[in-house]
């Protein structure tokens, strides 16, 4: 970092944590430009004297990173490299009482849906006329919507709506004409993200309302995919699979956290669902969507969970054959339900049940990208990295998910553009091939 004069003020904007932090530090960038200040997103060039963190405060690793990403610019601040420092988001509205105590540093502190302050702070106003209007901070060709905010779901592991508050849906034509405006500059991939994209609509127009959302954003000229991240099992409403079926232009692939697959385990985290309804719910989904792509997560380790529980997990991952699956050892959360139980598993019994998950998964992911070999997949190409040409299929989210590998030594595609590819090889989570004609 570069020690600071007397200038313009130039924005630094920090962002942690998930794809939803991500959107609200895009819709701060925008406001900021739109109100002619300098500002930049996660700026390499060390010359921004004021910066703005948005912070994460999900899980115990998160929040440590949260915590010493801040003490770093504290330390900047305290040389002389900076000169303002505003902390946001989810840790911020969690812990604010705390941090504002422990942190006198930091120049404010703000919540996870306080946009109009903090740009009260550059003296800027919030713009309604660029509601739709988005700077993107991911390559062009792809983005996260942010459907809704917030969550009315109890799981008894989870402090997003102590951070994020409840659920509030996005009216949906300010969604379309979003959309609309990111095709218009090359955005050809939606990431629809939510807390819970299942609720979307019941706030507003009084049921659950995605399969319409689905339809009109899939009218969008210019968007060839749509992705769904984030639908909760629980009231899974089973048009969203028809328009899926419908529409060529909505990726097969859901992207479902199940958390556990033990009824008793289901029952302790407060899912609203057990096995047997689980096991339904995934039938009808790939009987509907043959060809669906399924992603899930898993918490391993939450009190209560016996060995026997977690075998029962294993053997469901062996049964049911995720196309895609995360494990996360669970984190002893504040302010939840599951606080109130012992946090009875020693943390290397947590690690080595996630590995076992884990590596339950790998033997699967190879065996399923070994029997992709000899097909062509469409695929969107991200980025050119270590001589390849690294892109997705439908069935593949960024940054999560698998990826194929196109070598740059003989071929060549254009990034943000679609390509017919060959399976010649595969890896646990990799595959290679070659463009074809």
């Known amino acids: 970092m570069k020690a600071k004069g007397n ?27 739109g109100n002619g200040i300098d500002a930049e997103h996660e700026s390499k060039n060390d010359n921004s004297n004021v910066v703005v963190i948005n912070t994460c405060g999900f899980i115990d690793n998160a929040k440590q990173e949260s915590i010493d990403t801040i003490l770093r610019y504290i330390d900047a601040k305290e040389n002389g490299l900076v000169d303002k420092i505003y902390v946001s988001g989810c840790l911020s509205q969690r812990y604010k009482d705390d941090m504002e105590r422990e942190m006198p540093q930091v120049d404010a502190f703000f919540g996870s849906n ?31 919507m942010k459907i809704a905010e917030g969550c009315d779901r109890p799981c008894s592991f989870c402090a997003i709506p102590v951070m994020r508050g409840k659920h509030v849906s996005l009216p949906m034509e300010d969604l ?15 990431i629809l993200i939510a807390q819970d994209l299942t609720y979307y609509g019941l706030d507003i127009y009084k049921k659950r309302n995605l399969s319409d959302l689905l339809r009109n954003l899939s009218d969008v000229e210019g968007i060839d995919w749509i992705r769904l991240q984030y639908a909760y099992p629980s009231g899974f409403p ?12 909505i990726c097969k692939y859901i992207d479902m956290p199940l958390q556990h697959a033990s009824s008793n385990m289901l029952k302790l985290m407060r899912r609203g669902i057990d096995r047997p309804k689980t096991e339904d719910l995934i039938k009808t989904i790939r009987d509907k969507v043959p060809d669906i792509a399924f992603r899930t997560t898993m918490i391993i380790g939450h009190p209560g969970e016996t060995e026997k529980d977690f075998d029962e997990l294993c053997s469901f991952v062996e049964e049911q054959r995720f196309d895609r699956l995360g494990a996360f050892t669970y ?21 080595e049940r996630q590995a076992t998950i884990m590596a339950i998964q790998e033997g699967i ?29 439908e069935h593949d ?35 290679f091939g070659d463009i074809v004609k």
């Open 331 to 351: 984190s002893h959360e504040e302010h939840t339900h599951s606080y109130t139980m012992e946090d009875s598993i020693p943390q290397e019994e947590k690690e």
């Open 238 to 249: 089973l048009d969203i699979l028809d328009v899926m079926a419908e529409r060529s232009n």
């Open 7 to 33: 200038q313009k003020t130039k924005v630094n904007i920090v962002t942690l944590g998930c794809s939803k932090n991500l959107v609200d530090s895009e819709n701060l960038l925008t406001q900021l430009r």
């Open 114 to 144: 306080e946009l109009p302050a903090i740009l009260k702070k550059f003296k800027a106003d919030y713009k309604h006329e660029l509601v739709g209007e988005r700077l993107l901070t991911t390559p062009s060709h792809y983005a996260y």
């Open 365 to 393: 992911s190879a065996e399923m990208n070994e029997k992709k070999i000899g097909n062509t997949y469409k695929v969107l190409f991200d980025r050119k990295e270590g001589g390849y040409f690294i892109g997705r299929t």
């Open 397 to 431: 989210s960024p940054e999560v998910d698998n990826e194929v590998m196109v070598s740059a030594k003989d071929q060549y595609v254009r990034i943000g553009d679609f390509a017919n590819v060959k399976i010649n090889d595969a890896a646990e989570f990799d595959l």
């Open 176 to 190: 379309v004409k979003q959309a609309k405006n990111m095709a218009a500059k090359g955005t050809k991939e939606l």
